[in-house]
């Protein structure tokens, strides 16, 4: 397999971007490439995706997994996934082949399903001189858990492409990027280059980039009907795509499609270093304190906010705070910036809040940003805040019956008012959320305010079932939140409307958080329902948890089923002791 250099050619004015290499003619070819549909689909989307590609009439279509939403119960209701799905491939009329993604297999029945109705997972075809190989990766996150069956698998796929001029690979985690992420080398990568594979295509994360490591071409492709990231912000690759492909003897040209978008896109238009430099400046240019919001207010508060230039360049803007929908009041409301490369700038804002009724929705601050030549994203960030509760201090045990009428809970509710989960307004209806303790138990109560409990969602019935997917309040737990003390292990427990919990234990290591399923607390759980609400009582020996301090941390959010919308206490829910609000003792 004779390879020259790669080049890029600019083509029609930079719209788009030609990687040729020398080599011997034959029959040309177009295929269309697509990118996630699941993931909380629009289906409208991808009706209009495939409508354009039948219009440029390609020979085939790749798709690279995640066409149907999947995790369904049983084969039948997987097979009705599938029948939509290739329906509406089969409708172009043009051939499709599909790399599976973890919405398309996820267990060994939703595996037999997909070789059923769409073929083996892993396989290879040839056109004219061209090999396309699908790898399945589907149900292994990074290559290091890729099994060896499927190394081998490839390990002997990959000794045939010296025979093809152009060599494909097609799979659905893009490994590739995780490990440029990580800074360390990457198992396919080494094999690919070894074998000269050319181009390799990648979905999963929902945004579009491309990137070329040792003369290989790899691309993320984006949505393409995928409801997840699409549209959030464009210069990141959050935009729906899909790919077109022309083999032409010794070339092969690839543009970038947005679907009702005349004009094509350059493949580089969202390139993996812009990404990177894209999410540098978002987390490190505009740096802001935790505004503390006490229990019983009001907030007043003088924080400095630093805005720093990462890049080589000079940059003058300004940064300006969205306050005119919310409760509270922030001086000076804006500032005109001018940083010298790597300079940095700090600003004091005070803020302040006459009624926590009012916390939400929170300000917002927003600076335009040139993170690289040509390349500026809007930074946008909601105020961030520290909230503190009221740890109650139970005096006698309280009764569990779902009914709240013990003393403990005619107290102010430990955990009130919430709020949207980026800091907005929620569509949720009011919740209340009540932390005591004793010297042995913890005690948790919740009133779920729900106009039309009738229409709760209340599937799950096993202990650690599917209770997030039923209406249902989220708890996060850390027992030991004084300063410097060790944080890093904490507990989640979530309850649906009918007193059915999963519980876990989480620990944090090197910034990832490492969820043990197999842990299950002493819960004693007790539901009740009212006209227009639900309501949860739960107790658990403090025991269970391990070494317990005098401040805890926590959070809470809520998930409403009938409005598919979720309320946070503390903004936002993350799976990070660091970001939980206070929660101290009553004295």
Same mark, same amino acid.
């Given at each position: 397999?004779?390879?020259?250099?790669?080049?890029?050619?600019?083509?029609?004015?930079?719209?788009?971007?030609?990687?040729?290499? +020398?080599?011997?003619?034959n029959?040309?070819?177009?295929?269309?490439?697509?990118?996630?549909?699941?993931g909380?689909?629009?289906?409208?989307?991808?009706?209009q995706?495939?409508?354009?590609?039948?219009?440029?009439?390609?020979?085939?279509?790749?798709?690279?997994?995640?066409?149907?939403?999947?995790y369904?119960?049983? &084969?039948?209701?997987?097979?009705?996934?599938?029948?939509?799905?290739?329906?509406?491939?089969?409708?172009?009329?043009?051939?499709?082949?599909?790399?599976?993604?973890?919405h398309?297999?996820?267990?060994?029945?939703?595996?037999?399903?997909?070789?059923k109705?769409?073929?083996?997972p892993?396989?290879?075809?040839?056109?004219g001189?061209?090999?396309?190989?699908?790898?399945?990766?589907?149900?292994?996150?990074? @290559?290091?858990?890729?099994?060896?069956?499927?190394?081998?698998?490839?390990?002997?796929?990959?000794?045939?492409?010296?025979?093809?001029?152009?060599a494909?690979?097609?799979?659905?985690?893009?490994?590739?990027?995780?490990?440029?992420?990580r800074?360390?080398?990457e198992?396919?990568?080494g094999?690919?280059?070894?074998?000269?594979i050319?181009?390799?295509?990648?979905?999963?994360?929902?945004?579009?980039?491309s990137? *070329?490591?040792?003369?290989?071409?790899?691309?993320?492709?984006?949505?393409?009907? /995928?409801?997840?990231m699409a549209?959030?912000?464009?210069?990141?690759?959050?935009?729906?795509?899909?790919?077109?492909?022309?083999?032409?003897? #010794?070339?092969?040209?690839?543009?970038a499609?947005e679907?009702?978008?005349?004009?094509?896109?350059?493949?580089?238009?969202?390139?993996?270093?812009?990404?990177?430099?894209?999410? *540098?400046?978002?987390k490190?240019?505009?740096?802001?304190? &935790?505004?503390?919001?006490?229990y019983?207010?009001?907030?007043?508060?003088?924080l400095p906010?630093?805005?720093?230039?990462?890049?080589?360049? +000079?940059?003058?803007?300004?940064?300006?705070?969205?306050?005119?929908?919310?409760?509270?009041r922030?001086a000076?409301?804006?500032?005109?910036? /001018?940083?010298?490369?790597?300079?940095?700038?700090a600003?004091?804002?005070?803020?302040?809040? *006459?009624?926590?009724?009012?916390?939400?929705?929170?300000?917002?601050?927003?600076?335009?940003?040139?993170?690289a030549p040509?390349?500026?994203?809007?930074?946008?960030?909601s105020?961030?805040?520290?909230?503190?509760? +009221?740890?109650i201090?139970? *005096?006698?045990?309280?009764?569990?019956?779902?009914?709240?009428?013990?003393?403990?809970?005619?107290?102010?509710?430990?955990?009130?008012?919430?709020g949207?989960?980026?800091?907005g307004?929620?569509?949720?209806?009011p919740?209340?959320?009540w932390?005591?303790?004793?010297?042995?138990l913890l005690?948790?109560a919740?009133?779920?305010?729900?106009?039309?409990? +009738?229409?709760?969602?209340?599937?799950?019935?096993?202990?650690?079932?599917?209770?997030?997917?039923?209406?249902?309040? #989220?708890?996060?737990?850390s027992f030991?939140?004084?300063?410097?003390a060790?944080?890093?292990?904490?507990?989640?427990?979530?309850?649906?409307?009918?007193?059915?919990?999963?519980?876990?234990?989480?620990?944090?290591?090197?910034? @990832?958080?490492?969820?043990?399923?197999?842990?299950n607390?002493?819960?004693?759980?007790? &539901?009740?329902?009212?006209?227009?609400?639900?309501?949860?009582?739960m107790?658990?020996?403090?025991?269970?948890?391990?070494?317990?301090?005098?401040?805890?941390?926590?959070?809470? /959010?809520?998930?409403?089923?009938r409005?598919?919308?979720?309320?946070?206490?503390?903004?936002?829910?993350?799976?990070?002791?660091?970001?939980?609000?206070?929660?101290?003792?009553t004295?």
């Amino acid at each position: 397999m004779l390879r020259s250099g790669v080049r890029t050619i600019p083509f029609l004015a930079g719209l788009l971007s030609i990687v040729a290499i +020398a080599t011997a003619r034959n029959e040309p070819f177009t295929f269309a490439v697509l990118g996630d549909r699941a993931g909380d689909a629009q289906p409208e989307v991808f009706h209009q995706i495939l409508a354009e590609i039948a219009l440029f009439n390609p020979d085939f279509i790749i798709c690279t997994g995640n066409l149907i939403q999947g995790y369904a119960a049983d &084969a039948a209701a997987t097979n009705a996934q599938w029948d939509t799905i290739t329906g509406q491939l089969r409708s172009t009329g043009i051939p499709y082949f599909v790399a599976p993604g973890n919405h398309d297999i996820w267990n060994p029945a939703s595996e037999s399903v997909f070789t059923k109705r769409v073929g083996r997972p892993a396989h290879t075809f040839k056109r004219g001189n061209s090999i396309f190989i699908f790898l399945d990766n589907s149900r292994w996150p990074v @290559d290091e858990s890729l099994p060896l069956t499927e190394q081998r698998w490839l390990d002997k796929e990959l000794t045939q492409t010296r025979k093809y001029r152009h060599a494909f690979v097609l799979m659905h985690r893009p490994y590739w990027r995780y490990a440029l992420d990580r800074g360390r080398t990457e198992l396919l990568h080494g094999k690919f280059k070894a074998s000269g594979i050319d181009y390799v295509f990648t979905g999963s994360d929902r945004f579009y980039c491309s990137h *070329t490591w040792d003369s290989i071409h790899y691309f993320q492709v984006g949505p393409s009907g /995928s409801r997840t990231m699409a549209g959030d912000d464009p210069g990141a690759g959050e935009f729906q795509n899909y790919l077109l492909c022309r083999v032409s003897g #010794d070339t092969v040209r690839v543009i970038a499609r947005e679907p009702g978008r005349d004009e094509p896109l350059p493949v580089d238009t969202v390139t993996y270093e812009s990404i990177r430099a894209l999410e *540098t400046a978002k987390k490190q240019a505009v740096a802001l304190g &935790a505004v503390p919001v006490p229990y019983a207010g009001p907030v007043a508060a003088s924080l400095p906010l630093t805005v720093r230039n990462v890049t080589a360049m +000079a940059m003058t803007d300004k940064l300006s705070w969205s306050d005119s929908l919310t409760a509270w009041r922030i001086a000076p409301r804006e500032i005109t910036f /001018s940083i010298s490369p790597q300079g940095h700038i700090a600003q004091a804002f005070e803020f302040n809040l *006459t009624n926590l009724n009012s916390l939400y929705p929170l300000p917002v601050f927003s600076a335009p940003y040139e993170y690289a030549p040509g390349r500026k994203t809007a930074i946008s960030r909601s105020l961030p805040i520290r909230r503190e509760a +009221a740890l109650i201090r139970a *005096t006698t045990q309280p009764v569990l019956d779902g009914r709240l009428t013990d003393g403990c809970w005619k107290a102010e509710p430990t955990l009130r008012t919430f709020g949207g989960r980026s800091g907005g307004v929620s569509a949720v209806e009011p919740t209340a959320v009540w932390v005591a303790r004793d010297d042995t138990l913890l005690y948790i109560a919740a009133r779920c305010t729900d106009s039309r409990s +009738a229409e709760l969602k209340t599937d799950a019935t096993a202990r650690d079932g599917k209770v997030s997917e039923d209406d249902n309040l #989220d708890l996060l737990l850390s027992f030991n939140a004084v300063p410097g003390a060790d944080t890093a292990t904490y507990y989640q427990v979530v309850v649906n409307s009918s007193g059915t919990i999963a519980d876990r234990i989480c620990r944090l290591a090197d910034g @990832d958080s490492l969820e043990d399923d197999s842990w299950n607390g002493s819960w004693q759980v007790a &539901a009740g329902k009212g006209a227009d609400y639900w309501a949860v009582e739960m107790s658990c020996p403090l025991s269970d948890f391990g070494n317990v301090g005098p401040s805890w941390g926590v959070n809470a /959010s809520r998930f409403q089923s009938r409005t598919k919308d979720v309320a946070v206490w503390q903004v936002p829910f993350e799976h990070n002791p660091a970001g939980f609000g206070l929660l101290k003792p009553t004295k």
